[in-house]
């Protein structure tokens, strides 16, 4: 696979950081990551052409690789810091992880489809980005042995909040995490105590459901 980044994926990546500011993404640091990760990397090269539009793409295994607004409206409400410990749920294509790196994340990324899971892995370090880990499994455990974290992601939809995300947070973290069946409530958890958390509803998302291992 070629690793072509040009001139004109450059223009687009510009372009598409003004989409977004006009669409409310102000963090200037989220705003940078989008100008430089190369998104058409990410995306089947068939679907290239579209990969600097506001929409999101079919990937590997009926996922999605999500909306460049979900991803840099989720990266702007966590407001992540350098050096923060991020645990994400469902690595995906990888651009997530990608834009969480680019802000200097110490980042460590589940994901539950094998063949995602292979691809991402091989894939992100060619363009220079290391998570601290990448793991194989399911998500919905959380990552009971790195815990706490500063924030934590999930980027799929989820029925509901499983407690092991909650636990997991360090008090005055924060979980961003889509809640719904049909369409998801993007939803912000703050821990403010031990057992105490903060809940704020941030409109509505459209994201592919997070699967439970049957077991």
Do not use: C, W
Not at 28 to 46: G, K, M, N, T
Not at 177 to 197: A, C
Request: aromatic content about 10%.
């Amino acid at each position: 696979m070629g690793l072509k980044d040009t001139e004109k994926h450059q223009g687009l990546r510009n372009q598409l950081a003004n989409v977004l500011k006009a669409k409310g993404i102000l963090d200037e640091s989220v705003l940078q990551a989008i100008r430089v990760i190369p998104r058409h990397l990410f995306i089947d090269s068939s679907f290239e052409e579209h990969a600097y539009q506001d929409k999101a793409f079919p990937i590997a295994a009926g996922q999605t690789i999500s909306q460049p607004f979900t991803v840099a409206f989720q990266s702007q409400t966590l407001q992540i810091k350098k050096g923060e410990k991020v645990l994400e749920i469902g690595t995906g294509s990888g651009y997530q992880t990608a834009v969480l790196l680019e802000l200097k994340a110490i980042v460590f990324t589940i994901e539950r489809q094998v063949e995602l899971f292979k691809k991402a892995s091989l894939f992100l370090p060619k363009l220079g980005y290391k998570p601290k880990k990448f793991i194989f499994g399911d998500g919905y455990k959380g990552l009971v042995e790195e815990a706490p974290f500063d924030k934590i992601i999930v980027t799929a939809g989820a029925p509901l909040v499983p407690k092991s995300f909650l636990s997991q947070l360090k008090i005055g973290g924060m979980l961003l995490i889509p809640v719904g069946e049909q369409t998801q409530i993007m939803t912000l958890y703050i821990r403010k105590s031990n057992k105490e958390f903060e809940k704020h509803e941030l409109g509505d998302f459209a994201f592919v459901p997070m699967l439970e291992e049957k077991i």
